[in-house]
Structures are given as C-alpha cells and as structure tokens.
C-alpha cells in the first residue's frame, strides 16, 4: 500500500519530448512579448509623448494663470486683402548637398553663386535643414537679421518691425540663425522634416525687409532636400508690404536693439 505522505520525487514521471517542445514554444513566446514591448517603449512611446508635451504647450490650451490677463500678442490681426499687398513669390531651392551651401538672394528670387561669404549679394543659405542669414557671425559686414512672427495668417503680416532683428550666432564649427533653427518638426517615426507655420521677418544684408514663411522640405521627386517657401520682398527700404506704400519709405521709428539683436 503506497504511503500518501510518501516524497512524489522518488518516482519522477517522464516528460515526453510532446511536453518539451510546448515548454520550448511557452518560453519563446515569454521572451518574444518582452522584446515587442521593450521596442515599443523604446521607439513608440517617446514620439508619443513629444506629440503630447507639443499639445500641451500648444495655444490651444494655453490658457492664462488665475488672476492674469491674456496676451494680447495671440489676438489675430485682420487680415487685409491680398490684392492690396505687393507680390508673393514662391520659390524652390534644392538645399540637397550635405557640404555646400545654396545661397539665396531675395532681390533676384533665385539661387546666386557666392565664391565669397563675406559678398552681399546674398542674404540667406540653405544646407539640407539647416539655415543661415547674411549678417552676425556669419558675415560681419551683412545686417541680415530675423524675427519669429508667430503662428499667424501670412497675409496678416502687413509690416514688419525695424529694429531687434537677431542676427547669426557662431557654434563650436560654424555659424546658424538661432531664429530658424527649428522651422521646422521632425517626425519620429518617419525621420522627415515638415515646414511650422511661423512666419518670420526678415532684415536682408542691404538693409531692405522681407517677410517669409516655409512650406516644405521635398523635392519633385519627392526626395528629401528641397526648401519650399514664399516671401514678400520690399525693395524701397521700407517695413510695410501695402502697395500704396511701395513708392515711398515708410518712416524708421528709434529702437534700443536688446542683446544679441541688433
């Protein structure tokens, strides 16, 4: 008669290779969820939260603190019809090489080859996303300078200011806009550029002013390395962009730059 309290070990039961095989597959599918959610957390959830951080900061909600006033700066301006603004031009620039940089004059609209950076014949250069203006750091003799205008309708921009624009800034290798550089987000998960809405006075390298804004990063090809904007260009010095006051300059009004601007 077996005893009930006798150890089950002594007469261990057999596994059969049928077991073996399902413990094997058990266990595998064990490890195959740990690494699915490990790569999810690595590469899912930090776009994520970029995205959620973003809403967060957007407009939208923010909202002014208990006992503040809203600022006023969010209010958008009225926008004015575009037949009684100057000319919008929309140009194309392939900024692909990853070691030269494609030069830009808004005067002429197009592309212009620069064998001297120190010329000022140019006022803004393009390298794959990255961004510099003639002036600053850049180009001691230029007075190019920028300012972000906000996420605002393009046609509202009627006038520019003519003074605190902030020129270029030199890094540890070379020299950048802090004004655009981010014009644009960066996807995660597709590792792509898309242009912000922001646009941006201009203060060019011959003291005349502009008003910018990006619309893309993809060529016609649909590679990537193309800039897409469009800008209004004042070429009588003036900071309006209304037609009635093409033919003269609008008058300058004093300004103390503030560091770093100028």
């Given at each position: 008669m077996?005893?009930?309290f006798?150890?089950?070990?002594?007469?261990?039961v057999?596994?059969?290779?049928?077991?073996?095989?399902?413990?094997?597959w058990k266990?595998?599918?064990?490890i195959n969820?740990?690494v699915?959610?490990l790569?999810?957390?690595?590469f899912?959830?930090?776009?994520?939260?970029?995205?959620?951080?973003?809403?967060?900061?957007?407009?939208?909600?923010?909202?002014?603190?208990r006992?503040?006033v809203?600022?006023a700066?969010?209010?958008?301006?009225?926008v004015?019809p575009a037949?009684?603004?100057?000319?919008?031009?929309?140009?194309?620039?392939?900024?692909s090489?990853?070691?030269d940089?494609?030069?830009?004059?808004?005067?002429?609209?197009?592309?212009v080859?620069?064998?001297?950076?120190?010329?000022?014949?140019?006022?803004?250069?393009?390298?794959?996303g990255?961004?510099?203006?003639n002036?600053?750091?850049?180009?001691k003799?230029g007075?190019a300078?920028?300012?972000d205008?906000?996420?605002?309708?393009?046609?509202s921009v009627?006038?520019v200011?003519?003074?605190?624009?902030?020129?270029?800034?030199?890094?540890?290798?070379?020299?950048?806009s802090?004004?655009?550089l981010k014009?644009y987000k960066?996807n995660?998960?597709?590792?792509?550029?898309?242009?912000?809405?922001?646009?941006?006075?201009?203060?060019?390298?011959?003291?005349k002013?502009?008003?910018?804004?990006?619309?893309?990063?993809t060529c016609?090809?649909?590679?990537?390395?193309?800039?897409?904007?469009?800008?209004?260009?004042?070429?009588?010095?003036?900071?309006?962009?209304l037609?009635?006051?093409?033919g003269?300059k609008t008058?300058?009004?004093a300004?103390n730059?503030?560091p770093?601007?100028?």
């Amino acid at each position: 008669m077996n005893n009930p309290f006798e150890n089950d070990n002594a007469n261990p039961v057999p596994v059969t290779a049928e077991e073996k095989k399902k413990k094997l597959w058990k266990n595998m599918f064990v490890i195959n969820l740990c690494v699915t959610l490990l790569l999810i957390g690595l590469f899912w959830l930090p776009p994520k939260l970029v995205s959620v951080n973003e809403f967060l900061d957007s407009p939208s909600v923010n909202l002014p603190k208990r006992g503040e006033v809203a600022d006023a700066s969010l209010e958008q301006a009225p926008v004015v019809p575009a037949g009684n603004l100057l000319d919008t031009h929309y140009v194309v620039v392939n900024a692909s090489s990853e070691n030269d940089w494609a030069y830009f004059s808004l005067a002429k609209g197009a592309p212009v080859k620069i064998h001297d950076q120190t010329s000022l014949k140019w006022d803004l250069a393009f390298r794959r996303g990255k961004v510099i203006s003639n002036g600053g750091a850049t180009n001691k003799i230029g007075n190019a300078g920028l300012i972000d205008l906000g996420d605002v309708p393009y046609d509202s921009v009627v006038e520019v200011p003519d003074g605190n624009y902030i020129a270029d800034e030199a890094t540890r290798t070379e020299t950048h806009s802090p004004v655009l550089l981010k014009w644009y987000k960066y996807n995660y998960l597709t590792h792509k550029l898309s242009a912000k809405k922001n646009v941006y006075a201009m203060r060019t390298a011959d003291n005349k002013y502009a008003k910018i804004q990006f619309l893309g990063f993809t060529c016609e090809n649909q590679e990537t390395g193309c800039i897409k904007l469009r800008y209004t260009y004042q070429d009588n010095g003036g900071t309006s962009f209304l037609l009635e006051s093409a033919g003269e300059k609008t008058p300058a009004v004093a300004a103390n730059p503030e560091p770093g601007k100028i």
